[in-house]
């Protein structure tokens, strides 16, 4: 058995499938899922890959809370094209904002349960290196409901995945600074099979242009001494906040738009944040969604070649014939 320490060190810096199977329809937000994709992962020297999944569009919404079996076998076979190329692989529960919600909490709860009893039944025999992230970015839920989702989960995974690595988000769209703002506050079940996860696009007004940020880009350039400083200060927070509880670090998500640009810094923005996961030994996935934060073009099977080089990447010759 693998533990999350170790885990945190195999994962070492990956990359999201954003846009895909979290979209109301494959397709919809970005070209549908290729075994292909997997391949350019594997060779630009990604060794983990964060696969966002959205159930509410394809689950009953009245017990059992079945979930269509179509959509769970290309699910299967997506995260198989990734346990294939033994990359370690992350699904999730993504947009599945329906359960974010502090009036209707309590009464989607069961459902929420009845798809982590489904997606747990139907991995319990994938390797070790698939590992299940409860709830993407909660930021409306209060405390106790975050707490009694994981109370309520944590079990369910267990009955049917004994050892595999559950990852826990907190608040405030899962930022480090809620962890480390509020300790003690979140849930952490007697497990030793356990990692914390966290997001972060800081600072908003430069990394966030174009998307969170409708009216242009607020921060026109990154990468002053004072801005590598204060990237490193809160990973320096969130490492002891790790160190304290025991608890390894996946950083599974961060990214900058490509509004911005090498002259503006987002190159060098790149270049920081993977010198920082490494310096502290993070798990981490950067954001890549074929979109505002694209590093792949699935379509044109090409690659942004400088954020891969500033994060120690290499472009891969094309796959397309897979």
């Known amino acids: 058995m693998t533990s999350p320490k170790e885990m945190q060190q195999k994962m070492g810096l990956g990359i999201n499938l954003g846009n895909t199977l979290e979209a109301p329809i494959e ?3 970005a070209p549908a899922a290729k ?25 009953g919404v009245s017990p059992p809370y079945t979930i269509d079996t ?42 929420f349960q009845a798809i982590w009893t489904q997606i747990s039944q139907r991995f319990t025999n994938a390797p070790e290196i698939l590992l299940f992230e409860i709830f993407n970015e909660p930021h409306v839920m209060s405390i ?17 995945n004994p050892t595999r690595i559950l990852l826990l988000g907190g608040l405030q769209w899962m930022s480090p600074g809620w962890q480390v703002q509020h300790p003690g506050q979140m849930f952490i079940p007697h497990d030793s099979q356990l990692m914390v996860e966290i ?10 242009c174009g998307d969170a940020i409708k009216n242009g880009c607020p921060i026109k350039s990154w990468g002053s001494d004072a801005d590598v400083a204060a ?20 950083y599974g998500e961060f990214g900058c738009t490509h509004l911005q640009n090498a002259s503006t810094g987002r190159d060098v923005w790149y270049k920081a944040h993977a010198e920082g996961i490494a310096a502290h030994g993070f798990a981490a996935a950067v954001w890549d969604d074929d979109g505002d934060y694209r ?28």
């Open 144 to 160: 106790p409901q975050l707490n009694a989702m994981n109370a309520a989960v944590h079990p369910i995974v267990r009955k049917y």
């Open 27 to 29: 397709g919809q937000w």
């Open 295 to 322: 590093l792949y073009d699935r379509n044109a099977d090409s690659w942004d070649a400088g954020v891969l080089a500033a994060m120690s990447k290499t472009v891969p010759p094309p796959q397309k014939s897979i």
């Open 70 to 111: 179509v959509f769970m076998e290309r699910v299967a076979q997506v995260v198989g094209w990734s346990l294939g190329r033994g990359l370690v692989t992350v699904v999730n529960s993504h947009h599945d904002d329906w359960l974010d919600n502090q009036t209707t909490f309590d009464a989607g709860l069961p459902r």
């Open 199 to 208: 997001h972060s696009y800081d600072p908003p007004g430069f990394a966030m």
């Open 231 to 250: 990237l490193n200060k809160w990973m320096d927070d969130v490492s002891k906040w790790s160190e304290i509880y025991h608890l390894p670090i996946f």
């Open 35 to 59: 075994e292909s994709f997997f391949q350019q992962y594997k060779e630009a020297g990604f060794s983990t890959v964060r696969i966002p999944v959205r159930w509410d569009k394809h689950t």
